[in-house]
């Protein structure tokens, strides 16, 4: 028996226990054998036949090719990196004590990491700006601000910092608030500023 003539009767099988399933008789189980169908092998091409005049006929037009896979996506177009960060700047304020020009011990590692910052780059200015609390007269607050700007300039010279990259701006008690004596201690202070 041929393969297509298989096909046949295994459709006849097929509706024919489809058409008793669906009849008013009594149902009965019919049990079909179950047959593997192998698929048929692909269609081979046909080989050139001949032509009169004896040349040999053109081959068959081939199928057509698979369509082609989509297209890869677009790259990503990547943001532009924004500028790093420049390194944390360290503190810039040091705080004194009333009546008193000196810097304090503790304040030494912070002007030293100035210094070297400075040092690194020759391009670099800093300006010193200090203040006074209101305590005193005017003169007393303008001289006390020069004297402890004039301090750290130069601890800042002595560790090396060239002294055209230091700009020295003495404010005396400038807008600090006379009226809480409390806070005074805040206005008692030099601001290191990069320029």
């Known amino acids: 028996m041929t393969k297509s003539a298989e096909r046949v009767v295994l459709l006849s099988m097929v509706a024919g226990g489809v058409l008793a399933a669906c009849s008013y008789s009594q149902p009965t189980l019919h049990k079909a054998p179950v047959r593997?169908?192998?698929?048929?092998?692909?269609?081979?091409?046909?080989?050139p036949v001949a032509v009169p005049?004896?040349?040999?006929?053109?081959?068959?037009?081939?199928?057509?090719?698979?369509?082609?896979?989509?297209?890869?996506?677009?790259?990503?177009?990547?943001?532009?990196?924004?500028?790093?960060?420049?390194?944390?700047?360290?503190?810039?304020?040091?705080?004194?004590?009333?009546?008193?020009?000196?810097?304090?011990?503790?304040?030494?590692?912070?002007?030293?990491?100035?210094?070297?910052?400075?040092?690194?780059?020759?391009?670099?200015r800093l300006r010193i700006e200090a203040f006074a609390d209101p305590e005193g007269g005017a003169d007393y607050n303008r001289a006390l601000t020069e004297k402890r700007a004039e301090t750290v300039m130069k601890m800042l010279r002595s560790m090396?910092?060239?002294?055209?990259?230091?700009?020295?701006?003495?404010?005396?008690?400038?807008?600090?608030?006379?009226?809480?004596?409390?806070?005074?201690?805040?206005?008692?202070r030099v601001e290191l500023v990069y320029q």
Not at 170 to 179: E, L, Y
């Open 160 to 188: 090396g910092v060239p002294a055209r990259q230091l700009d020295v701006r003495a404010h005396g008690a400038g807008r600090a608030d006379a009226s809480d004596p409390a806070a005074w201690s805040r206005y008692r």
């Open 53 to 124: 005049d004896g040349r040999a006929a053109a081959a068959p037009p081939a199928p057509a090719p698979a369509p082609a896979p989509p297209p890869p996506p677009p790259p990503a177009v990547e943001e532009p990196a924004a500028p790093a960060a420049p390194p944390e700047a360290p503190a810039g304020v040091i705080y004194f004590e009333s009546d008193v020009f000196r810097v304090a011990p503790q304040y030494r590692p912070m002007l030293e990491e100035h210094a070297r910052r400075l040092k690194a780059d020759p391009a670099r």
């Open 36 to 47: 593997e169908v192998q698929p048929s092998p692909a269609p081979r091409p046909a080989s």
